[in-house]
């Protein structure tokens, strides 16, 4: 069994940032790859980024001259960095853990950006 806790969400006026974080903690395999979600209200969850294991990422394509993705294995953390946010970018952002046969997420962190 694996927990993902995220941190870090909040209230930031538009082109503010924040980092989150998101510590994973269990059964951890070392071939696991990381992924942040968000789903704004009234929208399907979308996939954001995602790291592997040895630090390769991927980025929704929209996103990705503003968020990045990292990792720091020896403390099983990974972050969000989230930079100019605009109000559209309003959603809960949740943690996702995919490693062989199994899938896990976090239980959110809300992201507030006023205009």
């Known amino acids: 069994q694996v927990q993902l806790v995220e941190s870090g969400g909040g209230l930031v006026q538009a082109g503010g940032f924040l980092r989150l974080s998101c510590a994973a903690s269990?059964?951890?395999?070392?071939?696991?790859?990381v992924a942040w979600y968000r789903q704004a209200p009234g929208q399907r969850r979308e996939e954001v980024a995602s790291?592997?294991?040895?630090?390769?990422?991927k980025y929704l394509d929209s996103l990705k001259d503003r968020f990045t993705i990292s990792r720091d294995n020896a403390k099983n953390t990974v972050y969000l960095q989230m930079n100019s946010l605009k109000p559209e970018d309003t959603a809960v952002y949740y943690c996702?853990?995919?490693?062989?046969?199994?899938?896990?997420w976090g239980q959110g962190t809300q992201v507030t950006v006023s205009s």
């Open positions: 996702n853990l995919r490693q062989p046969g199994y899938t896990y």
């Open positions: 269990g059964s951890i395999f070392s071939m696991n790859v």
């Open positions: 790291i592997t294991f040895d630090g390769i990422t």
